[in-house]
């Protein structure tokens, strides 16, 4: 196959979509470099010229900075490990023969199919409503006073939210690996007398590993950069300002492209120490 | 000690009655086969033995206790299975003694137990490996391993060469039957294969469709096949089995003949008829023999080579001492 008249056509069939994505990926990009150097006020007077690295000086220094990455770290973390230990259970739970098992999957993966901002209205006016909300209501019938979730407990409240839609994405990769877990290696750990505890520990959380490492790894790319939820909920006040929101925040509230866009790749390596940093941790799970 | 009795037992997947009533009693020391076609019941009865199924209904007793609901792990059996269920993440090391670690057994004793298996199945060397570094033959004695040191009264082995090649098959075969003669602990072993019942077994449990077609010695179902499924399961190749006039003529239904039973001669003979496919084994030709006007096809086994070609007409003589006589329910005529 690999003779120089295939590679050339090879790779002239391939150019569309090289081309495609790397205009996608370096556009972006390189106007974020290109911005991030520059005093841009769109309301303001506009293209102010050149300033070097005030933007990235300011960004850094501004109070808002180390905050916005804790509660980043926070959202992050706590959602993770939520959905994968959850997700375990549930996975175990749903791999247990039942009536309706098929209807119950479905419903269970539901939550998956609901757009963040419906999933943060749905949860602000229903669930976490001081007046209205259901937990409200839970909460009165025992004679509590109720929460008011958003303001109160603002970090928390985001975390369930979020965990609530990616709980079915782990529990979905969860449930096909333990399904493929060998029966007779169970039965042996059985014979072997591994009560349930010890079967769960030896022989499912080993074999779950993998697919645990793969969970992780998604999910952190996607929850570095929640935003519908925070803009539905908070508006980022109550110390839910996440790197992504403060980015926002500078760009469109302040009008401040420079600043914003400064920020933007501060954000780009973040992501970059956390994905290297999880590669380190959970690589040796892959290969 | 190690002796097994099942009365009455029966086992049921929803209405479909896999094994019958069944009474079986395998003695303490006693290397059983149950042996049947795929589909027979016999690793459902390996696995109700074991404790991985629950009986339907009737009794289990190990060494005079009764067992019927007593949890896998308390029944002291240890279990040896088709795909070896090795636990991949663990080294061969954490593998063979992870029955110990639930045990709680001290670590000296662990690790003393450990090498003593590892040293008799020739795994010393391979201890730190994983189960996926191994081979077929390495991962089986793994396995072995696993079972062995539990010092259990019995092993169950649920088909556990079929996965091997031929020539693991055989040396497998033996090292599983010389550890039988050294530890003289009871097994029972599950298989499809006559060849490793015949050789292996002290007892042969023949099965179909959850009923015992028979239970007895090698020697004793190859001799005297109580019924006619018998007498076509066991031996290799098949025993030739026709009825007809030629049938009646032993005043039987139906009569058999094993194919080493048979004399060729290019002369004369009871039977004629022509030579379809010769197999020369080398030590033994098999002949297979069309147009005899019994059966479709007759098998004979020569020791030997003998010179026969396709489209040969040769004549049989059975030896008439060694014919097998059913009735029309094809049970056996003494």
Redesign the interface.
């Known amino acids: 196959m690999a003779t120089q008249h295939s590679r050339s056509a090879a790779r002239l069939m391939m150019a569309p979509a090289v081309i495609l994505l790397l205009g996608w990926m370096l556009v972006p990009l390189t106007m974020t470099l290109f911005f991030s150097f520059k005093k841009y006020l769109p309301l303001r007077g506009g293209d102010l010229g050149w300033v070097g690295f005030d933007n990235y000086i300011r960004f850094v220094t501004s109070s808002a900075f180390w905050p916005s990455v804790l509660a980043t770290l926070i959202i992050v973390g706590g959602v993770l490990l939520i959905t994968v230990c959850f997700g375990v259970l549930l996975a175990i739970l749903l791999d247990q023969p039942m009536w309706g098992q098929g209807i119950v999957r479905i419903l269970v993966i539901a939550p998956f199919f609901v757009m963040p901002t419906v999933t943060a209205l749905v949860w602000k006016n229903m669930f976490m409503d001081p007046v209205n909300g259901l937990l409200a209501h839970l909460w009165k019938a025992f004679g509590l006073t109720p929460v008011e979730w958003l303001s109160q407990a603002s970090l928390v409240s985001i975390v369930i939210i979020v965990s609530w839609q990616w709980l079915p994405f782990a529990t979905l990769i969860l449930l096909t690996a333990i399904q493929s877990l060998?029966s007779?290696?169970m039965?042996?750990?059985?014979?072997?007398?591994?009560?349930p505890l010890?079967r769960f520990g030896?022989?499912t959380l080993?074999?779950l590993?993998r697919a645990i490492t793969i969970v992780v790894l998604i999910q952190t790319i996607f929850l570095l950069s929640i935003f519908a939820e925070i803009f539905v909920t908070t508006q980022g006040s109550f110390g839910t300002r996440t790197l992504t929101y403060l980015i926002y925040q500078r760009v469109l509230e302040s009008q401040n492209v420079g600043l914003g866009s400064a920020g933007g790749i501060y954000a780009v390596i973040l992501a970059n120490i956390i994905a290297l940093f999880l590669m380190r941790i959970v690589g040796k799970n892959l290969d | 000690m190690g002796q097994i009795t099942l009365e009455k037992v029966t086992k049921k997947f929803g209405d479909v009655e896999v094994i019958p009533p069944l009474d079986l009693t395998i003695e303490d020391g006693e290397f059983t086969v149950f042996v049947g076609p795929s589909g027979c019941g016999k690793s459902t009865l390996l696995r109700l033995i074991a404790g991985l199924e629950d009986v339907t209904s009737g009794k289990m007793m190990i060494d005079g206790q009764d067992a019927t609901d007593v949890a896998p792990a308390k029944r002291g059996l240890a279990m040896v299975f088709q795909s070896y269920a090795l636990y991949p993440h663990m080294t061969v090391r954490k593998n063979i003694a992870f029955p110990l670690r639930m045990a709680r057994i001290d670590q000296a004793e662990q690790k003393r137990r450990i090498d003593q298996a590892a040293a008799a199945l020739n795994l010393t060397d391979y201890l730190d490996r994983r189960p996926g570094q191994l081979s077929g033959g390495q991962r089986q004695r793994v396995a072995i391993g696993r079972a062995i040191v539990r010092e259990p009264s019995a092993f169950l082995f649920d088909e556990p060469l079929s996965n091997l090649d031929a020539a693991l098959r055989v040396g497998m075969r033996l090292e599983i039957s010389e550890m039988h003669k050294r530890l003289a602990t009871t097994m029972v072993y599950v298989t499809h294969d006559q060849v490793e019942a015949m050789t292996m077994a002290d007892k042969i449990v023949v099965l179909r469709a959850g009923y015992i077609e028979q239970v007895g010695s090698p020697l004793e179902l190859y001799h005297t096949p109580r019924n006619l499924f018998v007498a076509g399961f066991i031996g290799s190749p098949k025993m030739n089995i026709f009825s007809g006039p030629e049938a009646q003529k032993h005043s039987a239904e139906t009569v058999g003949i094993r194919p080493e039973h048979i004399d060729v001669s290019r002369t004369e003979g009871t039977w004629t008829g022509r030579v379809g496919v010769a197999e020369h084994l080398g030590s033994d030709t098999f002949i297979h023999v069309h147009d005899t006007g019994l059966t479709d096809m007759m098998t004979v086994r020569i020791s030997g080579d003998i010179e026969v070609s396709h489209g040969d007409i040769i004549h049989l003589n059975p030896r008439q001492d060694q014919f097998h006589r059913f009735d029309a329910q094809g049970l056996r005529i003494a």
């Not at chain 1, 039965?187 to 009560?195: K, L």
């Open positions: 060998d007779e290696q039965e042996a750990a059985e014979m072997d007398g591994a009560p010890a030896f022989i080993p074999h590993s």
